[in-house]
């Protein structure tokens, strides 16, 4: 079992920045690729950004390519998510989730997943 644990979102207006923080416990961290995925109201959850168990490979949606960059601290069991230029649009709650092998942007495809944290962007 893998634990996960996000923080850091909240309320920022148009244009502004959040970095979100997800904490792993339970097994050892850098056997597992790691990914943001976010949902709407309403909408499907869909993938943000995935990034490989060496920190090597990284992956993004279309939609925050540019604006978004994630990272991993294997020391720390930390995964990061450094949200420039945030659009009204990116208002979601955002997950944390955990799978092995190769990067997938399905998130069926993930096997653990943290609680959510809610992000909020004002015009």
């Known amino acids: 079992q893998v634990q996960l644990v996000e923080s850091g979102g909240g309320l920022v207006q148009a244009g502004g920045s959040l970095r979100l923080s997800c904490v792993a416990s339970?097994?050892?961290?850098?056997?597992?690729?790691m990914a943001w995925f976010r949902q709407a109201p309403g909408k499907e959850r869909e993938f943000v950004a995935a990034?490989?168990?060496?920190?090597?490979?990284?992956d993004y949606a279309d939609s925050v390519k540019g604006r978004f960059t994630i990272s991993r601290d294997n020391a720390k069991n930390t995964v990061f998510l450094q949200m420039n230029t945030l659009k009204p649009e990116d208002t979601a709650v955002y997950y944390c989730?955990?799978?092995?092998?190769?990067?997938?942007?399905?998130?069926?495809?993930?096997?653990?997943w943290g609680q959510g944290t809610q992000v909020t962007v004002s015009s």
């Open positions: 989730a955990a799978r092995t092998q190769f990067i997938r942007t399905t998130a069926a495809s993930y096997d653990y």
């Open positions: 339970g097994r050892t961290f850098s056997n597992y690729v």
């Open positions: 990034i490989i168990r060496s920190a090597g490979t990284t």
